[in-house]
């Protein structure tokens, strides 16, 4: 498999992915505002991808958004067949992505730091 067709194929499936959990799933523990995919990395033969998501909010949301988006992974695929028009969906692994969150961390921080370097 190409590198370039995974790489494709990578994007497509965070597109569709993101748009399913925004206008298709209806259960209440996913806040699809505070919920966004931030990377798939898919296998060479296209036979898994995973899913890393990030999740804005405390450590239960996430866990709880977690657990939803597991429980929804088979309709998830179905419709990533759907759109992606292909023989086989990859098999889906969701993981949480805590890059963000840790970024606004780092900038909090950085700006505590500022604010005190002005007052010196």
């Known amino acids: 498999m190409s590198r370039r067709r995974q790489e494709r194929m990578s994007i497509e499936i965070r597109k569709i992915i993101a748009q399913i959990i925004q206008e298709d799933i209806k259960d209440p523990r996913i806040d699809f505002t505070s919920v966004s995919i931030t990377r798939v990395d898919v296998s060479n033969d296209l036979s898994h991808a995973r899913v890393y998501v990030?999740?804005?909010?405390?450590?239960?949301?996430?866990?709880?958004?977690?657990?939803?988006?597991?429980?929804?992974?088979?309709?998830?695929?179905?419709?990533?067949?759907?759109?992606?028009?292909?023989?086989?969906?990859?098999?889906?692994?969701?993981?949480?992505d805590r890059s963000i969150e840790h970024g606004i961390r780092i900038a909090a921080l950085l700006d505590e730091l500022k604010e005190e370097h002005k007052g010196e």
């Not at 179905?78 to 889906?92: F, G, I, M, S």
């Open 54 to 96: 990030s999740v804005l909010g405390d450590n239960q949301k996430q866990d709880e958004t977690m657990e939803a988006l597991q429980k929804a992974k088979g309709y998830i695929r179905t419709e990533l067949v759907q759109d992606l028009r292909v023989k086989h969906a990859p098999e889906l692994e969701f993981r949480l």
